[in-house]
């Protein structure tokens, strides 16, 4: 048995809790804030329920290995939540059109979609693979394989797309634009991302009924079941060797999980904090709040809103500076669907640089895309007329616990260090007593990336 500190109580931290503690390790996590589940976070709008943050959970295979690893560790999972698929995975808005996805029979991308379609639903398996093995595990090789048969010589998810000539210009920019759900451009990641919307059409989202903070509540019950001591409101400011510090007490460690963003775990490490590179992902301007009256009949669940022009979006986002227009996602939930809820909600999540501003409803370039989208989607008026009550989260609020400017998945790593191949790895030769989880190492890919990269992580830990 190991004295475990796990920095942390979002997903990938709370993952970690809950195996360790089952394994048989004596395991507290230290979490700055006053909420279990970092990023998402449960909001009371108007007395309605809105969870912040991730919205939709892809590759639930990943989630499923997590409970299974736990049961196989000896632990009971009481009931999880229910998965509800939505009934569609997006209304597409872009350049005057409005694009369902699965694209349907009849659209003129109907063919060159089907096409598409067709070779990257079965790589969901193969990236499930991928996502809960560790990048030295040969166990790997199989998946690696077959997503370079498809992907072939395309390096970036852009060069891949290039390659399709058969491909109209349109289709390739909505589906490139989900590298951004990674944080980056399309010219700055793997291919992989190309695969995202022909997967979640094949899959279908989910989102677990009552909201995704369903999850981490669920997660810190199965750690706490198994032993492990959270410790809300308990900051760490320097790790070391053997011990993690707060700014009242000293924990002895045999072994650190860090799931703290990747420059502030290297600043708790050395005492120093390093300027922030000009290289990072995107963050967001995060709008949430409870409706006084529903939006007009018709509106869908998920729409996403594009801007008309991606590449003037990505140079601006590489700048660090706000985008004329960008790309913005409406999650519309009517009560008694997802959430419990008397009124109706909606998040309203706009691509942002990661410049730390404290932008809201009336910073210029908000306003006039939070009413862009409003006319796209539909409505007669600005979407925040309809509001009871609101709240925005933005660049200064995810600073506060991760990056220091906002970058929802850190620094950029180089194009080839954005997939398997991270940096920082999950572990160090020169600090074999710290291991990375979550947004500590993972340059992007949301919820099955963080849960399966905490199980990799930790996985020689649960060798006892
Ligand atoms: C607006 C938004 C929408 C998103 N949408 C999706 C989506 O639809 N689907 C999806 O899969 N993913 C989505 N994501 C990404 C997903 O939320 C993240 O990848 C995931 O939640 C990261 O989890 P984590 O545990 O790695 O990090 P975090 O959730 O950031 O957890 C880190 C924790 O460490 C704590 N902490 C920080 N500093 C200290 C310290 N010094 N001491 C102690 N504790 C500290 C923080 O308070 C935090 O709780 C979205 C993210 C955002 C912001």
Known sequence: M????????????????????QAGHQVTVLEQGDWIGGKSRRLNLAGQIVDTGPSLVTFPGVWQKF?????????????????????????????????????????????????FAEEHEPLSDAITKLLTTGPTDTA???????????YRSGL????????????PQGLKDLIAIHTLNAGVAPDQTLPIYASMTAIMAKDGITVPKGGVNELP???????EAAGADIRLNTRATRLSKGKVETEDESFEADAIVSSLDAAVTNQLLTGRQAAAATSRSCSGVAIYAALSEPLP?????????????????YAALKQNRAPEQTMTFVNYYLPGGIYDNELPTVAVLLTAPADGAKTDLTTPWVRAEVDRVSKLIGLN???????????????DYFGSYGHPLGALYGEKNPMWQSGPLHSPGYRSPLRPWLYRVGASVHPGGGIPAVIGGAMNSIAPLLRL
């Open 156 to 167: 970036t998810t852009s060069s891949y797309l290039a390659g399709l000539k058969w491909m």
């Open 2 to 21: 190991k004295k475990i500190v796990v920095l942390g109580a979002g997903l990938s931290g709370l993952a970690s809790a809950a195996l360790l503690a």
């Open 381 to 395: 008026k600005p979407i925040d007329s309809y509001f009871a009550e609101h709240q925005v989260l933005n660049a």
């Open 297 to 313: 009949e018709g509106t869908v669940t998920h729409s996403v809103v594009m801007p008309d022009q991606p590449k003037r979006l």
């Open 217 to 223: 509540r669920l997660m810190a019950k199965l750690a």
């Open 67 to 115: 409970l299974d690893t736990y049961k196989s560790l000896g632990g009971q999972v009481p009931s999880a939540p229910e998965f509800i698929r939505l009934p569609e995975v997006g209304r597409y808005f872009f350049q005057g059109q409005e694009i369902d996805i699965p694209i349907p029979p009849g659209h003129p991308w109907y063919e060159p979609w089907r096409r």
């Open 140 to 150: 790997s090789l199989p998946a690696l394989a077959q997503l370079l048969r498809v």
